[in-house]
Structures are given as C-alpha cells and as structure tokens.
T-cell receptor
Framework: GAVVSQHPSRVICKSGTSVKIECRSL??????MFWYRQFPKQSLMLMAT?????????EQGVEKDKFLINHASLTLSTLTVTSAHPEDSSFYIC??????????????FGDGTRLSIL | DQQVKQNSPSLSVQEGRISILNCDYT??????FLWYKKYPAEGPTFLIS?????DKNEDGRFTVFLNKSAKHLSLHIVPSQPGDSAVYFC???????????FGTGTRLLVSP
C-alpha cells in the first residue's frame, strides 16, 4: 500500500527556533500533499495544501509566513515552523494521495511530528 | 462551523459484538466519505471509503453506510476485536477537491 514517511517524529526545542518537518511519499508520486495540525483531544485541522512546483494554499487563519511550505519534488514536501513559540506546540501530520485519473483516492498519512516548544 | 460531526466522543463494546460509529455532515457538496483509524502519536490509517453514488460499501469486517437524505454515515465493525480499540475519524471531501474535512473523532474501546 501507499506509504508516507514523516520526519522527525518528535522535536523539542527552545522558543524562537525554526523547525523543519519533512513529508515523503515513498512509493508513489504526489502532486499535492496536505499539512494538518491536531491539538490534544481535537480533530485534525487542515493547515495548508502543498502543491508541487507552486505556492501552497493556506487555510483561513493560518499564517503563511509562520508556516513555510515547500514542495520541491513529487515525493517531498517540507513544513518549516519559523520562530516557534510555545503556542505552536502541537501534533503536525502530513498526507498525500497517489497521482491518478480517478477522481477520488484516499489520502495516506504520515505518522506525525510531535512538536514541543519550551 | 463544524461541517462534519461525530456526536459520540466514546463507545465501549464487548469483543465479538458489533461496533457502530456515527457521523453527520452538513455540506451537501460532499460526495466522498472516508473512515480513518488513529492510534495515539500516529497518523490516521485509512479504513474504508464510500462515494455518494452508493449507500453501502463493505470490506471484510468493516461496512460503511451512507444516507444522503439524512446527511449521515455510519461505520459498522463486525465482529469487534480488542485491536480495533482506537480513535475513529470520519472525513469528507467533494469532487475536484482532495482536501478532507474531519470529524471530531470517536474513541472505541473493545473489551475482551
């Protein structure tokens, strides 16, 4: 089955640090990847849609200068949390679905990154 | 505005019995629905999906039912197993848009 790898799985760093999270599709190409955030006991909230070769599309309320997304290839998207603060502490998850002419393909998720800002 | 809702935050079922997880949605544009299973500190795992042109889809122990007129879908797990214990999310999307809208999740506990 389709595999999405996310790295690192856990990050603990000081306030003001920038943190980069990688999301890779291991056995398929993905023109589009998605970044979600999950706060404790809450649902997954879409932050942005990462488009290969073009700018990401951010959901309302998500600061694009705070959460930088780069989708440089068909198998890699990165999310950089710039100048992270304690309120950015959360569980970040990426997803992707294989390129296909089928209108619907289930998204496959990485295992997430637990970000803790001290 | 919560477009996808799972009104039961938790459900307890005995092993071997049926688990029924429910999900309601408000956006009539949604035409593709999915169920994901999630363990703590892991990403969601895809379980089963259904297109709005169908009212039922079955895959092994998992069956999803869709009632478009009621804007309601449910996931049936039969028979339930202790390994099914996890948080279950329903999600929805509409044609041309891959992004998913997730429900709030239901924690299922299957006891031996």
């Amino acid at each position: 089955g389709a595999v999405v790898s996310q790295h690192p799985s856990r990050v603990i760093c000081k306030s003001g640090t920038s943190v980069k999270i990688e999301c890779r599709s291991l056995d398929f190409q993905a023109t589009t990847m998605f970044w979600y955030r999950q706060f404790p006991k809450q649902s997954l909230m879409l932050m942005a849609t990462s488009n290969e070769g073009s700018k990401a599309t951010y959901e309302q309320g998500v600061e694009k200068d705070k959460f930088l997304i780069n989708h440089a290839s068909l198998t890699l998207s990165t999310l950089t949390v710039t100048s992270a603060h304690p309120e950015d502490s959360s569980f970040y998850i990426c997803s992707a679905s294989p390129r296909s002419r089928a209108s619907n393909q289930p998204q496959h998720f990485g295992d997430g990154t637990r970000l803790s800002i001290l | 505005d919560q477009q996808v809702k799972q009104n039961s935050p938790s459900l307890s079922v005995q092993e071997g019995r049926i688990s029924i997880l429910n999900c309601d949605y408000t956006n009539s544009m949604f035409d593709y629905f999915l169920w994901y299973k999630k363990y703590p500190a892991e990403g969601p795992t895809f379980l089963i999906s259904i297109s709005s042109i169908k009212d039922k889809n079955e895959d092994g122990r998992f069956t999803v039912f869709l009632n478009k007129s009621a804007k309601h879908l449910s996931l049936h797990i039969v028979p339930s197993q202790p390994g099914d214990s996890a948080v279950y999310f329903c999600a929805a999307s509409y044609t041309g848009f891959q992004k998913l809208v997730f429900g709030t999740g239901t924690r299922l506990l299957v006891s031996p």
